[in-house]
């Protein structure tokens, strides 16, 4: 059974930063993709970014470009969603999602096979 645990959430306060953790686990694929999804109270899920098991490649929704990263370690099925200079607006639900295969990741719910629960991140002014 394949599950997916986001952590390092919780509040924090405008301009600073926080990272989260993704960590996947019953995964029988050595190709996947991970994304980061954010969902704001009474707004549509939107992608943040992913990111390629196989080569790192990454892909990012324009508006995370300039504050985001994420990154992985293969070997502990984790990846990693680095946010600075927090701003309120970043506040939401964070998923994490994961899909099978190495073709490049796209910022679409659509496209992904397993969501966690969600870590909540919220940003004080």
């Known amino acids: 059974e394949v599950q997916v645990v986001e952590s390092g959430g919780g509040l924090a306060q405008a301009g600073g930063s926080l990272r989260l953790s993704c960590v996947v686990s019953?995964?029988?694929?050595?190709?996947?993709?991970i994304a980061w999804f954010r969902q704001a109270s009474g707004k549509e899920r939107e992608g943040v970014s992913c990111?390629?098991?196989?080569?790192?490649?990454?892909n990012y929704a324009d508006s995370a470009k300039a504050r985001f990263t994420i990154s992985r370690d293969n070997a502990k099925n984790t990846a990693y969603l680095q946010i600075n200079n927090l701003d309120v607006e970043d506040t939401a639900v964070y998923y994490c999602?994961?899909?099978?295969?190495?073709?490049?990741?796209?910022?679409?719910?659509?496209?992904?096979?397993?969501w966690g629960q969600g870590t909540q991140v919220t940003v004080s002014s």
């Open positions: 999602a994961v899909r099978y295969g190495f073709r490049a990741c796209e910022l679409s719910t659509y496209e992904y096979d397993y």
């Open positions: 019953g995964f029988t694929f050595d190709d996947y993709a």
């Open positions: 990111i390629l098991s196989s080569d790192g490649s990454t």
